[in-house]
């Protein structure tokens, strides 16, 4: 929501109406689309939990008799894959594999970020240079080519998927967090409370990580979207989830050599993937907006 | 007596803000003849700024926007006027100078190119011949070294300097109307007498009508031939700057020009009018100054008309010529 | 602003120069970060180096066999010349890399730098491609967006941006493929056919792994542009290029442009990494021969050093790109060209 009536290029200033003292869980409650990817989470969170009780299948049952078919055949609202097991209730299946993995690849970012981005805003002198030197480094290198080297010398596994992906977006956590911290450095509150010498770690608690915790929020939404992203390329490739576990990503592999016969079987794990990635930007985005400008520069 | 090149009758500009229709601007007349320059006074936020805007078709033609009344100039329309030929006008027979020089010329081209750019789409000559005639205004406005600086950056120019390229750009295609926005307020107050004697000479030498927006009396009195008073959107007073500053008509006038420091004379307090003009949010139903006035009394609650009150004089104070009874000896 | 020999001011007549001069500030700050990249480059291959520590158990013994006696273990690894110490193995890797030998492969029994240079022109042809759809794209969807914002126009780019940012490229690619090689039997589904064997063949093999790769990156760039473009007109300067009687349109496609294009030149250089990393898995989906599919394929095979070619090949691309872009974007800013 803007401040100011959008002016013609640099004219006067026009009036404004003067701004509303709301509080951030109201302004949240103001983003329409924020709510939406809200709402969209939870109910794949809530699939995710309790998806076994409305799943219709087993969703690693087969049947032979019933390969193959499409959407909106009898008993199968999805259809069925090359295995005869209904799509709906893998995708059901999958929505907890998916959330799982994408839980283990952002947390494990985010501790690495985290710890790293405080140690370097905080501590600074030669600990930054050398945590931001290796950060640039892995930067360089092009994320997802470098999960699958990792992925793939460590052994298929998801957990070594995960590991890898949070060697590779850690750097990017580290900076936002970094980031934050400079800024808040320099305020003189922190600086008042050095001066009348509050120890270390009450001034990281109380001053600091107020100030990071809100834009490291936003980045937490945007990034779990980017892990499920990477997560379904893995899985894709057969570095990441391994069978009989399927994520959607993992879903899409099998998928594709009947994509000809059976397009709804790459349609729909996809469109799960982007749905769920979308809520996330929604989310993060209105998260970013309510937050308001005086946290960090 | 010519007729007026620039005619302004009953304008209004209005803003939408959260659902409200705000007007900005309401209630704004005056007129300029070739050759005068009408100073345009008023305190920040009074809407001089936009009602400037306004004619040159940056505000009120938007969503959230809305005019209307009268503004022509010589003879068109301007509020109906298409973009096109509005486009055709700007920079070419009205030009418009603006605040602040700092930051009104591209940092990314050089100097002469924005002067001739300017030309070339009015005049449609050859790009050499526009950089000609580019070079030229510079000289006119009076930058040293002019063939040599229009092939330098606006970086490289000081504050006082830019502001002469900005003349310069907008005297280059001879408009008859030069419309010049608060144009030494943002420049150190050395400067300030500089560039409005060059303003001065280039009306003298070009014939230029120039209405002359500042919140600055003094500045009035320097270079102005008339003047018309703006408060809360509206114009309260326009009239000959002699006689105006001699006699003023309207409370807010008179306040005006008690508060101008003065140099020499006696010595005395400054004055200065207590509290603060309203945002359009909080315009009053009658006189919009009666809040802030000292002999405001009932009938100042009725709405307000800018009457003509011959001389070539007008008026928007309800209690004319009583409340100058009022004002102590 | 740093010394520079040339007088500077408005007494500085005669001596102006008609081009632009890098200040001796500029050529240090690209000296500066031509040292940072040696730096990183060398940390880089020290990292793709020890990616052969993270293979678990005894590489001698995978090759070997389970089974294999003590003595054949022995005589593979010092044949490997696993048997050095760390240091002295990353060194000579090094000093081989140097001269561009990057071993061999250990599936196809060639030189590591032969199959890269095999594999590398269908990844360009996709990642060039792939990039030049997302510029075009995504600056003149942006520019779009910036002029009308706040409208219905606006909004909808918004919306189809954030599609292009949340959708996996290789979902993308097959969603195309569906669309285009079947349900309209347009573009082949997989494969590739070299530039100089049969151009238009080329381009229909590559059109749709480019534009599947483009979108996310076209996306990101869509809303930088529209980010900085926006600003940009609200700037004092816009106001004054119409107030000489400019049109939108005009004071839109070169006043804008031409100071935004920086930051999105920026932008451009720094989205390589992400390019590259979106292709390889574009690549699989699409059959296409190039790096991508190689390195998926090694590391199903176990082919540590073709991996590890491949990795430190694009990272050092990626390297390159940056600092290029640094120099670009030192070299654009008009304020550092003049002195």
Known sequence: MTQTVPAPAGATTLPVAPPKRVGFLRRLAQQKLAIAGLITLAVVVLVALFGSLISPYNPDVTSLGAVLLPPGSPGYLLGTDELGRDLLSRLISGTQVSLVAALQGTSLTVAIGVTLGLAAGFFRGWVEKVIMFVTDVLMSFPGILLAIAIAGILGPSLNNAMIALGIVLAPGAIRLVRGSVLGVREETYVEAARSIGTPSGQILVRHILPNVVPPLIVYIAILAGQVMLIEAGLSFIGVGVQPPQASWGAMLSSSFAYIDRAPWLAVFPGLMIAISVFALNLLGDGIRDSIGKKVTR | ?329 | MTATPTATGPQAAGKRRTHPKLTLGALRFIGLRFGRMVLVFVMATLLVFSLASLVPGDPAIALAGEDADPATVALIRSELGLDRPWAVQYLSWLGGLLTGDLGDSLIYRAPVTELIADRFPASLSIAVSAMILAVVGGVLVGMLAAAFRGRIADRVTTVLSTLGIVTPNFWVGMILILLFSFAIPLFPAVGYTDFTDDPVDWLAHIILPAIALALAVGAELQRQTRSSVSDILTQDYIRTARAQGLSRGRVLWTRALKNGSMPVVTVIGYQMAGLLGGSVVVEKVFNIPGLGTLAIDSVVAKDLPVLQGIVLVTTVIVIIVNFLTDVLYTVLNPKVRVS
């Open chain 2, 1 to 329: 007596m010519t007729d007026p090149i620039l005619e302004v009758e009953d304008l209004r500009t209005e803003i939408q803000i959260d659902g409200r229709w705000l007007p900005v601007v309401d209630g704004v007349t005056y007129s300029v003849r070739p050759g005068e320059t009408l100073g345009l006074v008023g305190e920040s936020g009074s809407g001089k700024s936009v009602s400037a805007m306004t004619l040159m078709g940056f505000v009120g033609r938007r969503r959230g926007q809305r005019l209307s009344g009268h503004a022509s100039f010589r003879g068109q329309d301007l509020l109906g006027m298409s973009e096109r030929d509005l486009g055709k006008m700007r920079g070419n027979d009205i030009a418009m100078v603006f605040q602040e020089p700092m930051t009104s010329l591209d940092p990314s081209f050089k100097v002469g190119n924005q002067i001739a750019e300017g030309i070339r789409l009015h005049q449609g000559v050859s790009r050499d011949e526009a950089m000609r005639l580019a070079i030229e205004a510079m000289d006119k406005v009076r930058i040293p070294n002019a063939k040599v600086r229009a092939d330098s950056y606006p970086h490289e120019f000081s504050g006082g300097m830019r502001q002469r390229v900005l003349i310069a750009m907008a005297i280059a295609n001879n408009p008859a109307l030069l419309i010049a926005d608060e144009p030494t307020t943002a420049l150190d107050v050395s400067v300030q007498a500089q560039i409005l004697t060059l303003l001065a000479e280039m009306r003298d030498e070009l014939g230029l009508a120039m209405i002359f927006i500042t919140h600055n009396m003094g500045v009035v009195a320097d270079i102005c031939d008339r003047v018309a008073v703006m408060y809360a959107g509206q114009i309260i007073e326009t009239g000959e700057v002699r006689e105006t500053f001699a006699d003023p008509q309207h409370p807010y006038t008179e306040r005006l020009l008690a508060s101008m420091p003065r140099l020499r004379g006696e010595r005395r307090q400054l004055e200065w009018i207590p509290g603060t003009p309203p945002g359009p949010a909080g315009f009053a139903e009658g006189c919009r100054f009666a809040p802030r006035c000292t002999h405001a009394r009932d009938v100042c609650l009725e709405p307000t008309t800018l009457l003509e009150i011959g001389g070539g004089r007008a008026n928007r104070c309800t209690r004319d010529v009583e409340w100058k009874e009022e004002v102590a000896g």
